[in-house]
């Protein structure tokens, strides 16, 4: 029977003080007491709309009942049955605005923490001695997917059960796109991601790094003399913005791209053992308030800035990160600037960052974006001296496919065009998914786009076998 | 990987690599790169490439030994892969003049005129390579170079092979109607000061020039914005937009400066490889 508790079982979280410099995962994960303490909470709804919040439908009272029972094989397959990638989602998906916002007793209570028990399985799941997986591809007509983030894993993941050879083409070095690059390793180990991947390559999927889609080889040759019958587009949005102020290409000046970059894919934080370095100071300025912001700030206290500051032009009322990512930063000492608009980049006579020309907002009638809009005071102008300045405002769908790629139609964002409500692009057999078409977004929200199109193509082969 | 199949000093610290890259040589084009990594926990750095052979499948680079990344390459031998090798990157160079076409390469930068000089010569155009060097034994690829083109000039700082004086003193003369005579359009690979000195030639005298430019790379893909270049007041990505770029509306001065930004760690991580041998594809 369920047990009426009206907190969540709280994550073990390790030392702030400690955390902050290094990279070791902030979140310890449940153990198995606290996990089958959790999923006594669950009333496992007749309708479970919990499901409805799901991107990719994780049947999630039965893994909880399964939790709850002590099953916790049972509970990882059914996981694993809807969801390709249970550790990285249990880690990185906005929970709270997602499955646990419709959670039934969340209404009077703390909803159920359905991402930390999805997080248990899977690390229960990757604790145990590893589990036979046979490839079973006995579909003729093989797929090619475009890029190895969330997108394209989960959509070859997909694919691969129907039994589909699935290739997926990675432009960098190693695969998993964002997970990779951007999110970093105290928020998503790389070795949970890694052993993601694995189980990917036991169900029969091949990763090809280092070939660009549109460079390397061409989509016609894709479709034509590869033989591949349909394509999936999982390009991520991947071309930072920058603010187009003056001194943003001083010396110092990062995209958040960039600055994770060299931590996570390149471990920069390792130089000089490992070869690519990066540039902190003692006083780092991040603009944005998003969860890439937060992971850079964050990352800058871990590779030795005094002072991490978050530069916002709103306040934290509209801020887009995540209430826990938001919650770890204040515990780690970043700085907050809330109601403050950057408007130039200071330097000194060789072209490195000084400082950062900033004016003070208020907030006026809301925008097209429902959220209210940062009117500049007059007169407030000031300076915060800083060391480096990282720009965390967005990213654009990256372009090089479209350049070389006939008949795929884009929008004025470079965002790819979808017929309505599917993953079908204006090419036949080619479906996108993800933050190339929606622009930057979440990766549960990809995932499920990747899940979508593979069902989407899974139809799509049938009609045409 | 990229399997090393020749391998050819040209001079002390300039190496020619030929490589196993049939995909990537299939769709090089000349003006385009690939961006390499050497080791686990290496660098990506990218490289232009000198020359493809789409029949072999084979792909030519000339790395000047100058950093970590370049000097961990050196270890390599015939027969050792590259860990990674991805391309070709950047845009295609487009040539819209037609007549008279002159390439200036500066040190290893002559290497890359070889598949666009032929390229261009096949077309119909005039082409004239100008291969400048400190001295005779630092010019590079000279007979490769003499059969894409129909005049090489050479020149050397200290007179000990053809033209004695800079690149662009013999550019001026040509410009003056000299040896093959006034360019229709000039091309300029090779360091900074070299490529910002033949700009500064052309300037004014109409003719469309255009240079490389080598600004710090990761990905090479538009993902991190590193290698921003402001060009006629604009910002570029110098992998997705060039590396090629109007000469003349290019911003030398941030160019130079943001190439530098990393000085000190180069020089840190540089002096490591003296005393690390590389193993191939490990720590």
């Known amino acids: 029977m369920p047990v009426k508790r009206v907190q969540k079982t709280p994550m073990p979280e390790r030392d702030a003080v400690l955390r902050s410099h290094d990279f070791k995962e902030v979140n310890e994960g449940y153990g198995i007491a606290h996990a089958q303490f959790e999923a006594e909470r669950c009333l496992r709804c007749q309708d479970p709309i919990c499901i409805d919040g799901c991107p990719v439908r994780v049947p999630i009272p039965e893994f909880i009942h399964q939790v709850a029972k002590g099953d916790m094989r049972a509970a990882a397959e059914i996981l694993r049955r809807s969801n390709p990638l249970p550790a990285v989602c249990g880690r990185v998906c906005p929970q709270e605005v997602q499955c646990e916002e419709q959670c039934s007793i969340g209404i009077r209570f703390k909803p159920v923490a359905i991402g930390y028990l999805e997080r248990f399985v899977a690390d229960w799941e990757m604790e145990q001695p590893a589990v036979e997986i046979r490839a079973n591809l006995h579909q003729d007509q093989k797929v090619a997917i475009v890029g190895s983030g969330p997108a394209g894993l989960v959509c070859a993941g997909e694919l691969a059960r129907l039994g589909y050879p699935v290739t997926i083409f990675e432009a960098l070095h190693a695969p998993g796109g964002v997970l990779r690059y951007g999110i970093p390793e105290f928020r998503l180990p790389k070795n949970v991601l890694d052993w993601e991947i694995e189980q990917l390559k036991k169900l029969g999927v091949e990763i090809q790094c280092n070939v660009i889609i549109g460079k390397t080889i061409t989509m016609d040759e894709l479709m034509g003399e590869m033989g591949f019958s349909a394509v999936f587009i999982g390009t991520g949005a991947g071309l930072p913005s920058f603010l187009g102020i003056p001194g943003e290409n001083l010396n110092g000046v990062y995209s958040a791209n960039e600055f994770l970059t060299r931590v996570n894919l390149m471990h920069a934080n390792d130089f000089p053992n490992a070869d690519t370095p990066v540039m902190v100071g003692r006083r780092v300025a991040v603009i944005g308030a998003g969860n890439t912001a937060m992971d850079t700030v964050r990352t800058a206290l871990r590779v030795g800035a005094e002072h991490g500051m978050i530069v916002y032009r709103r306040s934290d009322q509209e801020m887009t990160a995540r209430v826990e990512e938001h919650h770890h930063a204040i515990e780690e000492g970043v700085e907050f600037h809330w109601l403050t608009n950057p408007v130039e980049v200071l330097g000194d006579e060789d072209g490195w960052v000084t400082g950062l020309r900033c004016v003070r907002m208020e907030l006026g009638a809301p925008d097209d974006s429902g959220r209210a809009r940062p009117v500049p005071i007059e007169g407030s102008e000031f300076v915060i001296p800083v060391d480096n300045v990282v720009l965390s405002i967005g990213n654009k769908p990256n372009p090089l496919l479209l350049q070389t790629t006939k008949g795929l139609a884009s929008n004025k964002w470079g965002c790819l065009v979808v017929h309505d409500g599917t993953s079908e692009t204006s090419r036949d057999h080619v479906f996108a998914g993800g933050d190339a078409v929606t622009g930057a977004a979440t990766v549960i929200l990809a995932a499920g786009a990747g899940k979508t199109a593979a069902t989407e193509i899974h139809e799509d082969l049938r009609a045409n076998s | ?283």
Do not use: W
Not at chain 2, 132 to 137: L, M, V
């Open chain 2, 1 to 283: 990987m990229a399997e090393i199949l020749e391998k050819r000093p040209l001079t002390p610290i300039t190496r020619l690599y030929r490589v196993d890259a049939p995909l990537v040589a299939k769709s090089a084009q000349p003006g385009q790169f690939v961006i390499v990594r050497v080791r686990d926990g290496g660098e990506r750095i990218p490289l232009t490439i000198a020359d493809y052979d789409r029949d072999a499948g084979t792909l030519t680079i000339v790395v000047q030994e100058v950093g970590t990344t370049t000097r961990y390459l050196g270890q390599l031998d015939v027969g050792d892969d590259i860990l990674d090798l991805v391309g070709p990157l950047g845009m295609p160079l487009e040539i819209p003049v037609k007549g008279h076409i002159v390439g200036i390469g500066g040190g290893f930068g002559a290497a890359a005129l070889l598949c666009l000089m032929r390229e261009l010569r096949q077309r119909g155009d005039t082409t004239t390579i100008i291969n400048g060097a400190r001295e005779k034994d630092l010019l590079i690829l000279n007979d490769e170079l003499a059969g894409v083109c129909d005049n090489l000039e050479l020149c050397t700082d200290d007179g000990s092979a053809g033209f004695h004086g800079l690149v662009t003193e013999r550019l001026a003369q040509l410009i003056d109607g000299d040896g093959p005579g006034r360019p229709d359009m000039v091309i300029a690979i090779g360091p900074m000061l070299m490529i910002r000195a033949v700009t500064e030639t052309t300037r004014g005298k109409d003719i469309p020039t255009l240079v490389s430019l080598d600004p710090l790379m990761i990905d090479g893909t538009g993902m991190c914005g590193g290698c921003r270049v402001t060009v006629d007041n604009e910002v570029k990505f110098a992998c997705v937009d060039g590396p090629f770029f109007d000469a003349h509306q290019v911003d030398f001065e941030e160019a130079v400066r943001r190439n530098k930004m990393y000085v000190r760690q180069e020089g840190e991580s540089k002096n490591r490889t003296a005393c690390r041998k590389l193993v191939v594809g490990q720590d």
